[in-house]
């Protein structure tokens, strides 16, 4: 049987002097300079393995942005016979703290311009990821925008439906949330004033100290009445200060998602047959230009995760 072997890393950003530069590191078993990468660890998620590998192999604390790319190549299989494929997820990751010191995968870091990054690099696979990274600005606003947790099935509960919490499954989903999302930097948390809306973000909010605020425009009801009231309420979530968790319903995401992209021009990959996807448990991280005196935000990115649990990469849109 072939295994793939996956890996996950990112492009690792700061603006010093008003110039946006990025991190390579030169790794002396290969004698390479590349981007900050590495394999996941058992029970990893693509995001859980990228921070972790940034954190050691360049000693800096990284926030996630949006979804870059993704590179595939052969590496010698473990058994000694032929290969196997190897992917590698990279993310978009702004430096927030640390300081590097060298250690035994890595024994130096330069902070360099886009432009004489790609020069530097060793590998054409990761030159094509710098150039996907540079395609769109840095300093984007991100909006993580969740439907809620499993809460079992709506004609088994005999209560009010507003009142049906997770069941376990949904639980453990709540917990991935929690875990994942805090990777993105979250500082807010907003819900449809659903039980299993709130019980689904709430671990986040107790994370950041902070409460769980209801948001009605969020809900089915709340929702469909006026879309458009919707829709300008979550541009309005977007263009406030910090990255906002939204947690929403299955009936809105998708046009409230697509809404967005259509307004944009932002075409959504993740879409199949026409269908915005909104898995319970999933989110999408929306990327935002973030206002200006002339206009509010503008979305130029959506990347769409089916789980917040161990699972394939995200499709890009």
Known sequence: MTHEVRAAGAVLWRVAGGVTEVALVHRPRYDDWSLPKGKLDAGETIAEAAVREVREETGFAAVLGRYVARTTYAVPSRTGSGTVPKTVDYFAAEAVSGEFAANDEVDELRWLAPQAAEKLLTRPGDVRVLRAFCELPVGLSTVLLVRHAKAGKRDEWTGDDDLRPLSEAGQRQAAGLRRVLALFGPARVLSAPRLRCVQTVHGIADDLGAEVRHEP??????????????????????????????????????????????????????????????????????????????????LLAADYYPSALPAPAPTRS
Do not use: H, M, N
């Open 217 to 298: 425009l969020f809900s089915e009801e709340g929702y469909w009445p006026d879309p458009v009231l919707g829709v300008a309420r979550l541009l309005a979530v977007a263009g406030d200060a910090g990255t906002p968790v939204v947690c929403s319903q299955g009936g809105v995401i998708p046009d409230l998602v697509s809404a967005l992209a259509d307004r944009d021009g932002v075409e959504l990959s993740a879409a199949r047959g026409g269908v915005v996807p909104s898995k319970k448990g999933s989110f999408w991280v929306l990327s935002f230009r973030p206002p200006t005196a002339e206009e509010g935000p503008l």
